[in-house]
């Protein structure tokens, strides 16, 4: 039993979603402090500085839109990396590698069919 759950953690695929969580989680964090550091106060200078810029009040309840403009900002730059680092370089991989294997055509002639059918009938003798 403990040999299986061990077998079941040193699995590549467990390592991999291990490290791609821990990687993801810091290139979070990097992203949120770049948007937080430099975005959010230009969102703050455009929406007249000071310390209501990117933010206004209405009855005593603060609304911060200039958060929210960073968070989706953040969220944007987030997907485009892993877009352009991950998705693309791997949709490229995939079409190289099946690039040589041609798909098998529709119509298939008598001919081939009929030394499909020997070949089967061969291989199903005793």
């Known amino acids: 039993m403990i040999q299986g759950f061990k077998d079941f953690l040193l699995r590549g695929n467990i390592i991999d979603l291990a490290v791609a969580v821990v990687i993801g989680a810091a290139f979070t964090a990097l992203v949120g402090s770049f948007t937080s550091s430099f975005i959010e106060p230009m969102i703050g200078l455009v ?44 949709k490229t991989l995939n079409e190289r590698l099946n690039r040589g294997q041609e798909p098998e055509p529709e119509g298939v002639s008598e001919d081939i069919q009929l030394l499909r059918e020997i070949r089967d009938a061969l291989n199903a003798r005793p």
């Open 47 to 90: 929406a007249g500085g000071g310390e209501t810029g990117g933010s206004f009040i209405v009855n005593g309840q603060e609304f911060t839109y200039g958060a929210f403009i960073t968070a989706v900002i953040t969220f944007l730059i987030t997907a485009a990396v892993v877009y352009f680092v991950f998705v693309m370089p791997m």
